[in-house]
């Protein structure tokens, strides 16, 4: 039977949340996964989008559950390989999101034929990365593990579309978004389902 997924709009923001209401928090959202649609000056955003608090998280932080799945899935790692190659997908790490640009840090992750590739410079392990490195499953948990415990981290795995192409698009872009939400459903369940 299909899952009664519900919408939550961002009160005086170009946003929506899209939950299972059993799996969501409206007042305290931040410890659910979610998906969203988001629109800023220059594009429309979708897709998956986790949060870790920059305190000490309990049972009820989804990032907990969602980081232990997608490390111990190999299935469910290839799942969301294959969506990201199909419809164009990145990973964004966005460590301190409230932050101004200039002293914060957004990583990127995208996919090619081969796999998760880097993008941009850093580190991982005790190498230097080159733009469009090769990244293993593991190297991207790493990732997320070296976020300190006292930094926030807004992770998301998502569609840009830019804001001309979204405005071609009209309504087309949601049923674009609601592919997306039904390949990236095993991430999200992974997310929000106790095991």
């Not at 990201?84 to 790490?93: C, D």
């Amino acid at each position: 039977s299909a899952q009664p997924f519900e919408s939550y709009s961002i009160y005086r923001r170009p946003e929506v949340y899209v939950a299972l209401p059993q799996f969501y928090a409206p007042g305290d959202s931040r410890r659910n996964a979610k998906f969203f649609f988001n629109l800023d000056e220059r594009s429309a955003h979708h897709g998956f989008w986790i949060e870790k608090s920059d305190e000490a998280m309990d049972a009820t932080w989804d990032w907990l559950r969602f980081t232990a799945t997608l490390a111990r899935e190999k299935r469910l790692q290839a799942q969301i390989l294959v969506a990201m190659q199909r419809y164009g997908l990145a990973w964004s790490i966005d460590v301190d999101p409230r932050t101004p640009k200039s002293t914060r840090t957004v990583r990127t992750v995208t996919a090619d034929t081969q796999g998760l590739c880097l993008q941009g410079k850093g580190q991982v392990g005790d190498q230097d990365d080159k733009d469009g490195a090769a990244l293993s499953w593991a190297e991207f948990l790493k990732l997320l593990a070296e976020v300190p415990t006292d930094h926030w981290c807004d992770l998301y795995l998502a569609a840009h579309v830019p804001k001309v192409r979204a405005v071609e698009r009209g309504v087309e872009l949601g049923q674009e978004a609601a592919t997306i939400y039904h390949a990236l459903l095993p991430l999200y369940m992974a997310a929000v389902r106790p095991r």
